[in-house]
């Protein structure tokens, strides 16, 4: 499938109000950007539908909000204290700051990221790699780079006890409260804790628009196992990741399952597969899938000294579970949809119309209200049908300009469906309703708009 090139994508994002560049009143802050109306409706519809999905519709998956700022220790017994880290290298003529695994395997070296940073850095060296920005060839040597932030929680700085960290991913949250899940909810294994929230990576390379930003959000979920059973829960969970993916709209064809080799498992995993997207910029991780084993709740069992083994109750055997994690990005998941929905199209009379076609279920207006002309009493009863729909769903009125211009920025706003009412609405009591994709327009009667709508929207 060809990609339209990420430049237009971005343009339109930023045009209609979807993603607008952070601090852009004071030139800007790298990497950070600000949802506008339509993008923060376009992500409360992916959050919504994901918790619908995966929460409110099972019984075996409950809810979690734990915090961003965690006790220190706990990311002592994660790991990521010691072992959150990224190598980096700089160029010493331009100052200009990289990954060093990413410039080797851009020259060539498979599987640079598990490489000791002295092999790295000889194989700078021996690959004579180049600096991307001013092509000079003169390295620092490179060293670890934690990529959790660090802020103080006393008003006294560098006293014992006052670091902290702002969360680098929402699973340690689960982990932590796994125990009190188990105190306060009839939970039976196998079931899941599901969590949505913030999470911070000081990344040394951020880039591609909002696929790698330093404040993100995800949709995790800790799926609690019997450790036998972990590669039919792992299958299972794979399917049902594919399913999501169709079902908020994305092609199966530009979503690929990628296999990560045992040398770059992380340090808690058995195994992961992650589900790549074909984006713009290349085919790059969407979303994620792994096997935790007993990893987690071992190590906060260590350092925390509480038991966290949970008890079988009809065998009355006593372990610890094992976990399978799902693990969805949210601002990934908006661009993926932006990329696959967005189209650009020759019409018959030689213009182009840009169009987000997204599924009814994820746009973020559903429908657009014009009269035909702003004058009476058009616009009185155009406003009464977008009250009673307002009431249901997101909805614009609109009145101003031409009515195929009004046409075209709802296309570019991905709404699926635009009613006009006209001088016959007055006589017969009929309107137009146009579908966004095909263009074609339909007379209904007014009373059965919202029944129509209801219908139409739920696909």
Known sequence: MSRHPLQSIVSLAKRRGFIYPGSDLYGGFANTYSFGPYGAQLKKNIKDLWWRHFVEERTDIVGLDGPILLHPRVWQASGHVDGFSDALVDCKQCKSRFRADHLLEAAGKFNADTLPLQEMDQAI???????????????????????????QMSKVSNTEGSLAYLRPETAQAIFIDFKNILDTMRVKLPFGIAQIGKAFRNEITPGNF????????????EYFIDGAQWEKNFEVWLESMH???????????CVHEKEHPKEQLSHYSKRTVDL?????????????LAYRSDYDLR?????????????????????LPHVIEPTFGVERTLLALLCDAFDEESLADGSTRSVLRFLPRIAPVKAAVFPLMKKEPLTARAQEI??????HFVCEYDASGAIGKRYRRQDELGTPYCITIDFDTLQDGTVTVRDRDTMEQIRLADHKILSWLQTHLSR
């Open 125 to 151: 060296l021996d690959l004579a790699v180049e600096c991307p920005h001013c092509k000079k060839r003169e390295w620092t040597l490179c060293r670890h780079f934690n990529l959790m932030f660090t802020t």
């Open 210 to 221: 909002i696929f790698r930003v330093i404040e993100f959000e995800q949709m995790e979920i």
């Open 243 to 253: 399913t999501w993916c169709r079902w908020i709209g994305l092609r199966p064809s």
């Open 276 to 288: 790549v997207y074909d984006f713009p910029f290349g085919t790059s991780e969407l979303y994620g």
């Open 299 to 319: 190590q906060h069992e260590i350092y925390s000294h509480q038991a966290l083994t949970y008890t079988d109750p009809e065998t009355k055997a006593k372990y």
């Open 386 to 391: 977008f009250s009673t729909l307002r009431s």
